[in-house]
């Protein structure tokens, strides 16, 4: 349980993204005077996800995730309240994967092993689900307990509700402590921010390419296919992603564009050749266990929130929970320990 700050306290937190400014709502709440600095604001790796909330097939998908499935299922057990708290729209349809026999009943075992509840749907149900899907597909799976939201619409609104309760934003990076009481670490792979909190040497970066086809219109659900997903996104399509570990730049790379488009057609055939294609490159972080880092650096007044791979949405609001109740001398919860900074310096 999250508790009123006795005093007010000074926190600068570093990084506007999905991380950053749960954790700076939360702590705004408590009663603490936060500022949030971040030399480019919406150029994170948040506002270029497609807004996936997904524990049932991360899960399946992901042998990297598996291991820590009641953690995701218990995450997302968060977000109602905490969309409803920051007026967040949150889709709640479920997800879709599709493919041949032998993936849907691979699929179908491996969720039900971990404890979720996919159900097969025909092509007629499918076609409503997901309109534009190939023909090739003729039933799904669809997990009931994969939502979605709108990445960048999402930071705008955590954005606005944080300014409301008096959050300050500064567009410049962080360097130092300053004059703060307490500092929260949100970045992505960089460690220009080493010296305040050497568990940050724990985190790599991993580029991914993400495609957005903005006069594709698509409503349906997101569709996990063999090579590739496709969400909504604002009226279009969202086609991803590829995940490239060990590089942090920026630069796009053609090969892989074109690879996600030709996946994305496999996905909806009418994509065509000459369709409007955007293209964004963003840098996540990762730690080698998958969990993000959430907690309490070695160093004093220093709390860590980062490093949270491909789920970073998703994870988002426990982890604000975490900060702010360790800000405030509250109750963590049993979920803290999983996520603690210090589980890397001790191995």
């Known amino acids: 349980m999250v508790r009123r700050m006795s005093r007010q306290q000074r926190i600068h937190v570093a990084g506007a993204g999905a991380f950053g400014l749960a954790c700076a709502l939360g702590l705004a709440e408590a009663g603490a005077?936060?500022?949030?600095?971040d030399p480019a604001p919406g150029a994170n790796a948040s506002a270029v996800a497609a807004g996936m909330l997904g524990p049932a097939f991360e899960s399946a998908l992901d042998v990297s995730a598996r291991p820590h499935v009641a953690l995701l299922r218990s995450a997302i057990s968060f977000w109602p309240s905490f969309a409803e708290q920051a007026g967040l729209r949150l889709d709640r349809r479920g997800a879709l994967a599709v493919g041949d026999g032998q993936r849907l009943a691979d699929l179908e075992q491996g969720l039900g092993d971990l404890g979720f509840s996919p159900k097969r749907i025909g092509r007629a149900r499918l076609r409503d689900l997901a309109p534009?899907?190939?023909?090739t597909f003729g039933e799904a799976l669809i997990a009931p307990e994969d939502w979605r939201i709108e990445a960048a619409e999402c930071l705008a609104a955590l954005r606005r509700r944080a300014s409301d309760l008096g959050v300050a934003f500064r567009p410049e990076a962080l360097r130092t402590r300053g004059d703060a009481d307490l500092v929260v670490i949100a970045t992505g792979p960089s460690r220009a921010l080493l010296d305040l909190a050497p568990e940050l040497a724990a985190l790599s970066p991993?580029?991914?390419?993400?495609?957005?086809?903005?006069?594709?219109?698509?409503?349906?659900?997101?569709?996990?296919?063999?090579?590739?997903?496709a969400a909504p996104a604002d009226g279009g399509i969202t086609v991803g992603a590829t995940m490239e570990a060990g590089l942090a730049d920026l630069a796009v790379d053609a090969a892989h564009v074109d690879r996600l488009l030709e996946a994305g057609r496999e996905l909806f055939p009418t994509i065509g050749a000459d369709a409007e294609v955007r293209v964004s490159v963003g840098v996540r972080a990762a730690t080698p266990d998958g969990l993000p880092l959430v907690g309490p650096s070695s160093a004093p007044g220093v709390l860590l929130a980062a490093g949270a791979r491909r789920n970073g949405w998703l994870l988002a609001p426990l982890a604000a929970r975490i900060v702010t109740a360790w800000a405030t001398?509250?109750?963590?919860?049993?979920?803290?320990?999983?996520l603690a900074p210090a589980r890397f310096a001790a191995a």
């Open 206 to 229: 991993i580029k991914g390419h993400i495609l957005r086809l903005p006069r594709f219109a698509y409503s349906g659900l997101v569709v996990r296919g063999p090579r590739a997903y």
């Open 329 to 338: 001398g509250g109750d963590t919860g049993p979920l803290a320990q999983a």
């Open 33 to 37: 005077a936060v500022t949030v600095f």
């Open 132 to 135: 534009g899907l190939s023909e």
